[in-house]
């Protein structure tokens, strides 16, 4: 079966970075757009940034500039780099492939002084 499994989270000042990971198994990774979700406290889960099998991304527009989502499909693994963390991208973030309904348990990213 598919599985997906997110890591890299923390707790990081305003300003700091992560970078997350998730790494899927169960798929033709190398066929899949992979996609960056997050759910906020009290809030609906958000597309946050896709990145497709040729390695175009797209993003959430407060996002823009400050994250990168890149894949390496040898691995079948993709990433999220967050740079310029703000307390507003507080949540708990998922990956999900485009090729089906797949979700992992998330990881949890706070951000707070």
Do not use: H
């Not at 700091?16 to 990971?21: R, T």
Request: hydrophobic letters at 30%.
């Amino acid at each position: 079966q598919v599985q997906v499994v997110e890591s890299g989270g923390g707790l990081v000042e305003p300003g700091g970075s992560l970078n997350l990971s998730c790494v899927v198994s169960g798929l033709t990774f190398s066929n899949s757009a992979m996609n960056w979700y997050r759910q906020a406290p009290g809030k609906e889960r958000e597309w946050v940034g896709t990145v497709y099998r040729i390695g175009t991304s797209f993003y959430k527009e407060s996002v823009k500039g400050r994250f990168t989502i890149s894949r390496d499909d040898s691995k079948q693994t993709v990433f999220l780099q967050m740079n310029n963390l703000k307390p507003e991208d507080t949540a708990v973030y998922y990956c999900k492939p485009s090729s089906g309904d797949y979700w992992g348990q998330g990881t949890q990213v706070t951000v707070s002084a």
